[in-house]
């Protein structure tokens, strides 16, 4: 459903320039006129990029981060219990079933919304064989170094679902360094927009040649050969791939903008009541895909939503995420262990409109609106 066109401050926006256009369009010709439609050029040099951009030695392009997933997992011949927060989005625990394996939800620490050692452990059963450590809202966790100790120790494959976390780092170690492998998407909304689309991160040469099969129906080579994995249309479009190349493009002043609007939201959340901002542990450099703050008890979520959007015309983003995987009804019969953090975290936290072209004037609006509003959204 597209937002009324009288939001002054809407949850999002799409970012491309009149010149990155051009050059989107150009691109596209050129796969036109050539007939490259996919795996081509244009998707060899978004991955080149993108890879290069993370650090990393070998990047695939798939047709969407639930797809990246979904091959990682088959890639590394993952079976039994995979471990995964209770507070990711659906496709996280949805491409563990499609690759044959049986998610487990684990809790999460307050402070990043992600897994933690602790956490970890906590879920870990005799069929454990996996973890995947999500960055929700492109922060990456603390934790990670002692994640992938746990990991290491317990003989679990550790993969990151960084489909937030474009250009996000750690101790300046970029997200999609700790696991065996790492998903990305780029879907509209995200830092890098591809429309769709997404990329798998490693610094195994054997596993992308694994992923290379599985994205092109299993196949042993894209111009024939026999099938030898049970693979799925998993390929990125040129189409796609020429509007993330492009817009990739751009990711180190998006991040930046990004950065810019998250400090002047924390420096100004600082003194209100009702709402504090989530703080970046030492060392972390977010994306800021999201911008979360947590509101104290008593302040009903969706009547300051409602509030900010009717009378100041500030809408919120979505969370991340408002309702946890154990009560999605797709997901009834996975097991967990207790998991307040997540009923809590995911209960009582929003997340402030934050994109690539924000204005300062725009972070003014949302934070006046909230000074206003909260009062107002107490129970």
């Known amino acids: ?21 051009v050059r989107v369009l150009d691109l596209i010709d050129q796969s036109l006129r050539t007939g490259s439609l996919t795996l081509g050029p244009v998707g060899a ?12 030695p070998h990047a695939i392009a798939t047709s969407s981060g639930t797809s990246a997933l979904e091959i990682a997992l088959r890639s590394l011949g993952v079976t039994g219990e995979v471990i995964v927060p209770a507070n990711t989005f659906f496709a996280t625990a949805a491409a563990v079933i499609h690759a044959g394996a049986r998610p487990r939800f684990a809790d999460v620490e307050r402070a990043t919304l992600s897994l933690s050692a602790a956490t970890i452990e906590a879920a870990l059963t005799p069929a454990s064989t996996a973890v995947v450590a999500v960055h929700i809202g492109g922060l990456i966790s603390s934790e990670m170094d002692s994640i ?48 769709e689309g997404g990329m798998i991160l490693t610094g195994e040469a054997e596993l992308a040649a694994e992923a290379r099969i599985f994205r092109d129906q299993g196949k042993a080579g894209f111009h024939g050969g026999a099938h030898v994995r049970l693979g799925s249309a998993w390929r990125m479009s040129e189409v ?9 493009g751009r990711l180190d002043a998006a991040v930046a903008t990004r950065r810019r609007v998250a ?40 009547r300051l939503r409602t509030v900010l959007r009717e009378d100041h015309g500030v809408a919120l983003s979505g969370e991340v995420y408002p309702r946890p995987l154990h009560h999605e009804p797709v997901f009834a019969d996975v097991l ?11 209960a009582r936290h929003v997340c402030l409109p934050v994109y690539s072209d924000m204005t300062d004037e725009e972070a003014g609006i949302v934070v006046s609106a909230l000074r206003s509003a909260l009062p107002r959204a107490r129970q």
């Open 1 to 21: 459903m597209s937002e009324p066109r009288d939001l002054r401050v809407p949850p999002a926006r799409v970012v491309f320039s009149a010149e990155d256009r």
């Open 45 to 56: 040099a978004f991955e080149e990029a993108f890879a290069a951009s993370h650090r990393a």
């Open 148 to 195: 992938a100790q746990l990991c290491a120790a317990k003989g679990l494959v550790l993969i990151e679902d960084a489909a937030h976390a474009h250009g996000s780092t750690l101790g300046g170690r970029h997200a999609g360094s700790w696991g065996r492998a790492a998903t990305f998407s780029f879907y509209p909304t995200k830092v890098v927009a591809g429309a």
């Open 240 to 248: 796609h791939a020429a509007v993330g190349l492009v817009h990739h």
């Open 263 to 302: 400090a002047f939201y924390h420096s100004e959340l600082a003194d209100l009541d009702g709402i504090t901002g989530q703080a970046e542990p030492s060392g972390a450099r977010s994306c800021h895909y999201k911008y979360v703050a947590f509101l104290e008890v008593g302040v009903d979520r969706e």
């Open 336 to 346: 967990h262990g207790g998991l307040p953090e997540t009923e809590d975290v995911c």
